[in-house]
């Protein structure tokens, strides 16, 4: 009798945790408590458990992160005795006692894991009966209690008051229930059953599966008490109807008066979201860092789920119909990321493990449960090997047809056909291998492998279905589907998986993840997962949510979240923690620099600038960038006094890095100008120049308005008769003169204003 999830989980204190389809403003506030409860030992007649305790403190994580219990709020006992639940039992009703305003509403959980049996839960060598528990759990006084074990045969606690089934109910979003929900692992006469691979009990794990997205059936972002027992019921006797313990039935008794269903989880309070897209089809096991299985659930292609998660890194993995796939993903916090697919990965069978009365198991290996991950491996396909064959369609063949599935080592032929391919298939119209390939598909319109390919396609148009390890070589496309390690070279190159290499081509298309470069006119990148490398060509796209450790280097680069540079004429990001430099550069989010004519970064410092210096009079611009650094442009208007009085243009461009960032009043900006000096009446003339160095000291009297100012040290250059020397520096004026050229340096001023 392994750990009974008694666990009631606890929610939350501000949250609006309940689904409301509209505000009712005389809706309650809401707290929420929890008792978390486990014990590995149930007696020296029990084999001792293993996930029990780890069940718990996932169950009080999930509460904490998702279902609104707050740290104080949270009681979390492991390997505990009858005596430390009594005691957690009377801290629990204390904590409630203090919570006694009328306008709340106290909603407790609780959660048990361990071993039971059809009288109560077992605690090492002691008892609490099912009778005793209830009373427990009424005593606290909440208005709405719920209590979830995890243990062999706790649906007696149901069955103690004359619990029945109720088809799941409360779809009125308007949240008033009273009263108490009871869900159990199993019936009152089953075993609860824990499992190695997934490295905890099978209810607990399918439980805090649905409750952190999975279970969300209408697709609120909110997991009702309905909706997470339906699906881990559904889940968990799926898993165990093959197992030697026998299929485990949850049981459920619901004595909730009022409307609404009670929501358990809301995943808009978590800290990250992954999103499994739309097109995702299959079972999908998402892992943690640690390599614990946190999430698991079947998926079809109908709508997208989202699970709330902690930040960190993910693995998941995809099992659709024996095919696998899985990929790493770094989840930010504040993170929505959309997943899709990945590289293969094989997944071995899954041995389950009874928790409950079975005395210890004798000496010797386990005993063997039928798998339920995936199935075994069937055995690998014998072939009969052909050593040269001519082929002038399948089925016409020289080698004859005997039913049994062929290997050609030399392949000559028309339209050739390959159950396996170990050398070359050489054809006049094109290839085809059904299995896979290991050596080359060379000539006519199509080479085609459903299976992996390990060498090389030449043709017209390529496809290895099963995954790329060699080259694609065509005139026309190339297609890889699954991962791919090694080139693409056609006009049109499209990889599904994850590619390591390079693409080369008119137009190169990538929907996994690059590790490597494309190289052509247009590239698109759709990374599902972390990615590296370089997009070289007239315009790079990059559409996937996941980050790109990359450099796009183009006429025109777009991408969402990238890490690195881009270099071109427009560049667009989302988000890039890097460099822009480029004519015009756009990003929502810059952590590192914007260089270019127009950089626009809408999370930096952009303002608004209207000066003077000493070398012109006004100047009118701006400074827009990244927080620490950003480019200056601006024109001003100045006149000469000392020679015909001509009024001329002045034209400013520079660098600047915010030495000190804008954060309170005072601030300071150093950078680097350019200045040319132009008339009206020829604009593009330049008569002299001034290159400038200026320190300059910020004071903000608003949000949006400082008053700056400070000194400059300026290089002018002039040529003829238009040197032009300043006025009250001489005393620390450098000047160098070489035939009709005059360079001058002097100190200087600069004030103004910043909007």
């Known amino acids: 009798m392994k750990r009974a999830t008694l666990s009631t989980t606890l929610l939350v204190a501000g949250l609006p945790l309940l689904a409301a389809a509209a505000p009712a403003a005389d809706a309650p506030a809401l707290r929420r408590f929890a008792l978390v409860a486990s014990s590995n030992d149930g007696g020296p007649s029990r084999t001792p458990l293993r996930f029990a305790n780890s069940d718990g403190e996932s169950f009080g994580r999930v509460l904490g992160s998702l279902g609104g219990v707050r740290e104080g709020d949270l009681i979390l006992i492991r390997d505990s005795s009858r005596a430390d639940l009594q005691r957690a039992f009377a801290d629990l009703r204390a904590r409630l006692g203090r919570e006694s305003r009328p306008q709340v509403r106290r909603e407790v959980f609780v959660y048990f894991s361990g071993h039971s049996d059809e009288e109560g839960l077992l605690l090492g060598g002691q008892r609490v009966s099912y009778r005793e528990l209830r009373q427990w759990i009424d005593a606290t006084g909440a208005d709405v209690r719920i209590a979830i074990l995890d243990s062999c045969a706790s649906g007696s606690l149901i069955r103690l008051k004359g619990g029945v089934h109720r088809a799941p109910f409360l779809r009125d979003l308007s949240t008033k229930a009273r009263g108490h929900a009871f869900l159990t692992a199993s019936s009152a006469d089953e075993a609860a059953q824990e499992s190695d691979r997934i490295g905890a009990a099978f209810f607990t794990h399918y439980l805090l599966s649905g409750l952190r997205g999975a279970a969300d059936a209408n697709r609120d972002r909110r997991v009702t008490l309905g909706e997470a027992y339906q699906f881990a019921y559904n889940e968990t006797l799926q898993r165990t109807e093959t197992s030697r313990a026998g299929a485990q039935h949850p049981s459920y008794d619901f004595q909730l008066a009022g409307t609404g269903d009670v929501v358990l989880t809301d995943l808009r309070a978590s800290a990250s979201r992954l999103v499994l897209v739309r097109e995702l089809a299959g079972r999908i096991y998402v892992r943690d860092a640690a390599d614990r299985l946190v999430v698991e659930l079947r998926k079809e292609p109908t709508y997208p789920i989202e699970l709330g998660l902690d930040t960190g890194k993910y693995r998941v993995v995809l099992d659709r119909d024996g095919s696998i796939s899985s990929g790493t993903f770094d989840l930010r916090s504040g993170e929505r990321l959309e997943i899709a697919s990945a590289s293969l990965t094989a997944v071995a069978p899954l041995a389950n493990v009874r928790r409950g009365d079975e005395p210890p198991p004798a000496a010797g290996p386990p005993p063997e449960v039928a798998p339920t991950v995936a199935a075994t491996a069937a055995p690998p396909r014998r072939y009969r090997r052909v050593g040269f064959d001519l082929v002038l369609a399948p089925g016409f063949r020289m080698s004859g047809d005997t039913g049994e599935p062929v290997e050609h080592g030399f392949m000559l032929g028309l339209l050739g056909h390959s159950d396996s391919v170990r050398g070359v298939q050489l054809s006049v119209a094109g290839n085809i291998a059904r299995d896979r390939v290991v050596g080359a598909q060379i000539g006519g319109m199509v080479a085609l492998s459903y299976g992996p390919v390990r060498g090389a396609q030449v043709a017209g148009y390529n496809l290895a279905m099963g995954g790329l390890h060699g080259a694609q070589v065509g005139y026309f496309a190339s297609v890889a589907s699954g991962p791919a390690r090694g080139a693409q070279v056609s006009m049109v190159n499209v990889a599904n998986g994850q590619m390591r290499g390079a693409q080369i081509g008119l137009v190169s298309v990538e929907k996994g993840s690059l590790d490597g470069a494309q190289i052509g006119l247009v590239n698109v990148l759709r990374p599902q997962q972390a990615t590296r490398g370089a997009q070289i060509g007239l315009a790079n796209v990059t559409t996937g949510a996941a980050e790109r450790s990359a450099a796009s280097i183009g006429l025109v680069n777009v991408g969402r979240r990238q890490r690195g540079v881009q270099i071109g004429l427009v560049n667009v990001a989302d988000e ?113 120049m001034v290159s400038s160095l200026r320190l300059q000291v910020g004071y903000a009297i608003a949000r949006r308005l400082a008053v700056v100012a400070g000194p400059t040290l300026n290089v002018a250059t002039a040529w003829g008769e238009d040197d032009r020397r300043p006025r009250g520096v001489s005393f620390a004026e450098r000047v160098w003169t070489s035939g009709e050229t005059t360079v001058r340096m002097y100190p200087g001023l600069a004030a103004g204003l910043e909007f």
Request: with cysteine.
């Open 576 to 688: 890039i923690d890097g460099a822009q430099i480029g004519l015009v550069s756009y990003a929502r989010k810059n952590r590192g620099v914007s260089i270019g004519l127009f950089p626009v970064v809408l999370d930096g410092e952009n303002h608004l600038t209207l000066g003077w210096t000493s070398t012109s009079a006004a100047n009118l611009g701006f400074k827009l960038g990244t927080r620490w650094v950003y480019v200056n442009l601006s024109v001003g208007v100045t006149r000469d006094t000392d020679q015909n009085g001509d009024r001329y243009c002045a034209m400013t461009g520079g660098i600047g890095v915010h030495a000190i960032p804008r954060k309170r009043r005072f601030y300071l900006d150093i950078d680097a100008t350019h200045t040319s000096f132009a008339t009206f009446a020829h604009p593009h003339d330049a008569e002299r």
